[in-house]
T-cell receptor, first 113, second 112 residues
Framework: SQTIHQWPATLVQPVGSPLSLECTVE??????LYWYRQAAGRGLQLLFY??????ISSEVPQNLSASRPQDRQFILSSKKLLLSDSGFYLC????????????FGPGTRLTVL | GQQLNQSPQSMFIQEGEDVSMNCTSS?????WLWYKQDPGEGPVLLIA?????ELTSNGRLTAQFGITRKDSFLNISASIPSDVGIYFC????????????FGAGTRLFVKA
């Protein structure tokens, strides 16, 4: 069966520091991968999605970036964090095809101070 | 762009009551999905709907894909305290990448 992992689970970072969040998927190949941000008490905001290695589409311009160095690995990064980057970051995957249902990871709680 | 209007934003109910929430849009979707998010965790898929008019149940949960393909509802019968969480609807269109649009969520509070 497929599983999706995210780490770290929680992170507290100072303003201006770099960021690296990792997401990996097991049990499937060539998944579509997604990064979402959820602000406190809010819905899901799509940040990036990837249909393959090295292929990244950005939905919202910001100081974040994403990379997909391997088929089942998706990384969210920033060179300098802002206070507004605080939130709950969720990675999701789909197998593509006619269903395309997204399955979410456990999330990373990021607090920028 | 496409948007989903999910309502209500929040609900405070007594244990044992039935719950109904819905999502509407001015756009047509090919798939409707309902997720539940427990505090501090990622959303978990509850029900997926693929055909207009489809009515699907998952235990005490029932969801329907509207005939017009522009709406969907989720019902929870005989609520229990563990139903507490945020419920998200999501609509998908097949544009070569299955773009998924999420509603803002309905926060459900259940009082024992």
């Amino acid at each position: 069966s497929q599983t999706i992992h995210q780490w770290p689970a929680t992170l507290v970072q100072p303003v201006g520091s770099p960021l690296s969040l990792e997401c990996t998927v097991e049990g499937t190949s060539n998944p579509n991968l997604y990064w979402y941000r959820q602000a406190a008490g809010r819905g899901l905001q799509l940040l990036f999605y990837s249909v393959g290695i090295g292929q990244i589409s950005s939905e919202v311009p910001q100081n974040l970036s994403a990379s997909r160095p391997q088929d089942r690995q998706f990384i969210l990064s920033s060179k300098k964090l802002l206070l507004s980057d605080s939130g709950f970051y969720l990675c999701a995957w789909t197998a593509g095809g006619p269903s395309g249902t997204q399955y979410f990871g456990p999330g990373t709680r990021l607090t920028v101070l | 762009g496409q948007q989903l209007n999910q309502s209500p934003q929040s609900m405070f109910i007594q244990e044992g009551e039935d719950v109904s929430m819905n999502c509407t849009s001015s756009s047509i979707f090919n798939t409707w999905l309902w997720y539940k998010q427990d505090p501090g965790e990622g959303p978990v898929l509850l029900i997926a709907l693929y055909k207009a008019g489809e009515l699907t149940s998952n235990g005490r949960l029932t969801a329907q894909f509207g005939i017009t393909r522009k709406d969907s509802f989720l019902n929870i019968s005989a609520s229990i305290p563990s139903d507490v969480g945020i419920y998200f609807c999501a609509g998908q269109v097949n544009t070569g990448g299955f773009k998924t649009i999420f509603g803002a969520g309905t926060r459900l509070f259940v009082k024992a």
